[in-house]
């Protein structure tokens, strides 16, 4: 036990006359038990893909701690450590046209509200929520929607209930339609970032220096005084200094974790190929449905570095919308994902290969992520990644045992884990959710849908 006090009005001092006025700590108090809480989750990152999966070779085996992926999971396998396998949770809010309320709940919690085809939910959807608190005035942009190969079928290439997913925080609620062009989105994003300059230490010092830069060895000298509590306290406090500093300019640190992703050829991809679509997926667009894998891992790419480089901290990829009315030529599939699901009978074979195809882009995805040092810890450490889809069983289009996927370890994330929770709303994972980014509701969405925070994830 410590035998050392600080009085409560104890300043930390630099040079000159710079001092941090340090938030109550318990060394300056009565000694006493505390459990180290875990600090919030700083980046949040939602991917969409669409039409549920193949329940029976979508679940694992074994049981929370000691399990075997599945056959369309099995791609995840290096990165299992770090994923949380939600299973068992029905979406009850997902009231309404059999995809378009599930997608407008997946993130909002809501029922699709009014007449179908025409209707979106009634509320905002999470990752907003979680960007107006993370993010909103803070970073140079709010958050980040992408999408690919996407307003297929029906929407004719425009924003529609069908292919929704994020919702403004505030009434209306209107819906946030996604970033399509992977040039557009590079040039913006990462243009001024020139990925072969020799880094210029006096720039790069100048960008990152701060009132904590002259603190020198004074916090190391009170680090080595303080308990484990304190210690993550004060380093909270002083992370939330070096934060604010950094917003004030909402400009990306040029640091070696922050660079422009490569770039590749996406001129035989159309962005926007959804406006000469049809209904039932018969005109077919073979130039750009084959250039999905590398504009997705372009997406995913630059999605990364996004937060990686403090663009924002908040994002969405969305590969496809509900409709998926496009085909998967590097899988020797000609016909389009929803034929597989309905249109031409259920295909469960063909469903787990595309099933499984997703599993390897997200497994791309986490991995590059974990690459990412972020002082000491990796990007992913930090985030909460949340994987989900509208539904679960494509034939039925029931939205029961969601097949919903965590991964990181963000506000405490307990990964490496298969989690259970029979029956229970999805809503309540959309609260957890919130109270890892330090949002301490205990409802959200549709409240006649919704019983609390899950147990069990942290």
């Known amino acids: 036990m410590a035998t050392h006090r600080l009085t409560r009005r104890a300043v930390l001092r630099g040079a000159g006359a ?43 085996t074994g049981d929370e701690t000691r399990f075997t992926l599945s056959p369309i999971l099995e791609p995840l396998a290096p990165v299992q450590s770090r994923l949380l396998v939600v299973d068992g949770l029905d979406m009850k809010s ?92 590079f040039t913006e994003l990462f243009g001024t970032l020139n990925p072969d300059a020799k880094d210029d230490a006096a720039l790069r ?30 380093d909270q406090h002083l992370t939330k200094i070096r934060e604010i500093e950094e917003s004030l300019s909402k400009t990306p640190v040029t640091t070696s974790a922050c660079r422009a992703p490569m770039m590749v050829d996406t001129s035989d991809y159309n962005p926007r190929t959804g406006l000469h679509a049809d209904d039932n997926g018969a005109v077919k667009d073979t130039s750009t449905d084959a250039a999905i894998p590398k504009v997705g891992k372009l997406m995913m790419d630059m999605m990364v570095m996004a937060l990686a480089c403090d663009i924002t901290a908040v994002g969405t990829l969305q590969w496809s919308d509900t409709e998926a009315k496009h085909t998967f030529p590097w899988l020797n599939l000609s016909e389009h994902h929803h034929f597989y699901q309905h249109d031409g009978g259920f295909r469960p074979a063909e469903c787990e290969r595309i099933c499984n195809w997703y599993s390897k882009q997200h497994a791309y995805l986490l991995q590059e992520m974990e690459k990412v040092d972020m002082g000491g810890h990796s990007l992913l450490d930090e985030s909460v990644v949340f994987f989900g889809s509208e539904l679960s069983d494509p034939p039925s289009h029931r939205k029961n045992n969601m097949p919903f996927l965590l991964a990181g370890g963000g506000g405490g994330l307990r990964a490496g884990r298969w989690v259970r929770y029979p029956n229970l709303p999805h809503n309540n994972l959309l609260v957890s959710i919130l109270n890892l980014f330090g949002d301490g509701r205990t409802t959200f969405g549709d409240p006649s849908h919704c019983t609390g925070p899950l147990t069990n994830l942290t």
């Open 18 to 60: 710079i001092a941090i006025a340090l938030p109550w700590l318990e060394i300056m108090g009565e000694a006493r038990e505390a459990r180290a809480q875990a600090a919030p989750a700083k980046r949040f990152l939602a991917v969409y893909t669409p039409g549920g999966t193949v329940l029976d070779r979508w679940r694992p």
């Open 94 to 185: 997902g009231i309404g046209e059999q995809h378009q309320a599930g997608i407008i709940a997946w993130l909002t919690g809501t029922p699709q509200a009014g007449a179908a085809g025409r209707a979106y939910g009634s509320g905002p959807s999470v990752d907003q929520v979680i960007a107006s608190r993370i993010s909103a005035g803070q970073k140079a942009k709010a958050s980040l929607q992408f999408a690919v190969r996407w307003a297929t079928g029906k929407s004719h290439g425009l924003l529609s209930p069908i292919n929704a997913v994020n919702f403004e925080s505030k009434a209306p609620y209107s819906p946030i339609p996604p970033r399509l062009d992977p040039v557009e989105i």
């Open 205 to 234: 010092l100048a960008r990152k220096q701060s009132i904590l830069d002259f603190l020198d060895r004074r916090y190391a000298s009170l680090s080595a005084r303080l308990g484990a509590a304190d210690r993550q306290k004060i």
